[in-house]
């Protein structure tokens, strides 16, 4: 089965701290990509990453930036944590670009900024 | 740019009904759609993926079916039980590398 960790369930940061949120996926998939979801809002893609070293913004990269020094490992870096930041962070991994595979998620960091 | 909508929001039902949930989408050119499972505070558990060239995917008591020409699917659970409640989301795939989510469908199966 695939796998896809994160590195915590729950985190509380204050306003102003440099935040980690990392993802290690154990199929040695290509893609990875990191979410937040808050309610009402449904899913919103932050970044993704289709190899070691490259990757896309997705729709609300503003406030992150992500890292990708291994294939398997997927960093979402909060430079300066606010409190609208606040949210669950998903995970997840795919194996294709094209879409014919299925996405495989973490179980999801929920981030409190304070 | 494509919209994914899923009705309803939510859904409350007795333990032993079948239900229908249900996943619009606006761009037809799909490659796949996808269904998934999401339990308060978890992640995404995927339940089924139909390929754009197929009509319909079972999996023990889901059926989930596609029809591209009208942009439509629907997800089919027969005989709810009180472990099926969740928030249920569709997903659809253009063929780049970013699936489009609709906001779920919340449901509650009481015994």
């Known amino acids: 089965d695939v796998k896809v960790t994160q590195s915590s369930r729950y985190l509380v940061k204050r306003t102003g701290e440099k935040v980690f949120l990392e993802c290690v996926q154990d199929m040695d998939h290509e893609n990875m990509f990191w979410y937040r979801q808050d309610p009402g809002l449904g899913l919103r893609l932050i970044y993704f990453s289709y190899d070691v070293k490259m990757k896309e913004k997705g729709d609300i990269p503003e406030g992150y930036s992500v890292s990708r020094e291994k294939k398997e490992r997927f960093s979402l870096i909060l430079e300066s944590a606010s409190t609208n930041q606040t949210s669950m962070y998903l995970c997840a991994s795919s194996r294709s670009f094209q879409g014919t595979d299925t996405q495989y998620f973490g179980p999801g960091t929920r981030l409190t900024v304070l | 740019k494509q919209e994914v909508t899923q009705i309803p929001a939510a859904l409350s039902v007795p333990e032993g009904e079948n239900l229908v949930l249900n996943c619009s989408f606006t761009?037809?050119?799909?490659?796949?759609l996808q269904w998934f499972r999401q339990d308060p505070g978890k992640g995404l558990t995927s339940l089924l993926l139909i390929q754009s060239s197929q009509r319909e995917q079972t999996s023990g008591r889901l059926n989930a079916s596609l029809d591209k020409s009208s942009g439509r699917s629907t997800l089919y659970i027969a005989a709810s039980q009180p472990g099926d409640s969740a928030t249920y989301l569709c997903?659809?795939?253009?063929?780049?590398?970013?699936?489009?989510f609709g906001r779920g469908t919340s449901l509650i199966v009481h015994p």
């Open positions: 761009d037809s050119a799909i490659y796949n």
């Open positions: 997903a659809v795939h253009r063929g780049s590398y970013i699936p489009t």
